[in-house]
């Protein structure tokens, strides 16, 4: 985190093997990714009423109507 010059209170965390205590802990998801499958971080944050911010490409508009499936799941365009 001090390399990527993040705020003290971020917390890159790496590759997790159970997301279960990561979800229980998380106050929002964000899944900026470019491209992505289904994602099934996206739809475990969603199971667990995660609020999520995740970019509008394709696995994930496939599982997401913006801001109706959930009432705290929103996607975004990408910015490229």
Same mark, same amino acid.
């Given at each position: 985190?001090?390399?990527?010059?993040?705020?003290?209170?971020?917390?890159?965390? $790496?590759?997790?093997? &159970? /997301?279960?205590?990561?979800?229980?802990?998380?106050?929002?998801? #964000? /899944?900026?990714?470019?491209?992505?499958? +289904?994602?099934? #971080? /996206?739809?475990?944050? +969603?199971?667990? $009423?995660?609020?999520?911010?995740?970019?509008?490409?394709?696995?994930?508009?496939?599982?997401?109507?913006?801001?109706?499936? &959930?009432?705290? #799941?929103?996607?975004?365009?990408? &910015?490229?």
């Amino acid at each position: 985190a001090r390399a990527a010059r993040a705020a003290p209170n971020v917390h890159l965390q $790496g590759p997790v093997r &159970g /997301l279960d205590d990561v979800l229980a802990a998380a106050d929002v998801l #964000t /899944l900026p990714s470019l491209w992505e499958g +289904m994602s099934l #971080t /996206l739809l475990e944050a +969603m199971a667990r $009423g995660v609020p999520v911010v995740a970019t509008a490409i394709d696995g994930n508009v496939d599982a997401v109507e913006d801001g109706a499936s &959930g009432p705290k #799941t929103y996607l975004c365009r990408c &910015g490229i």
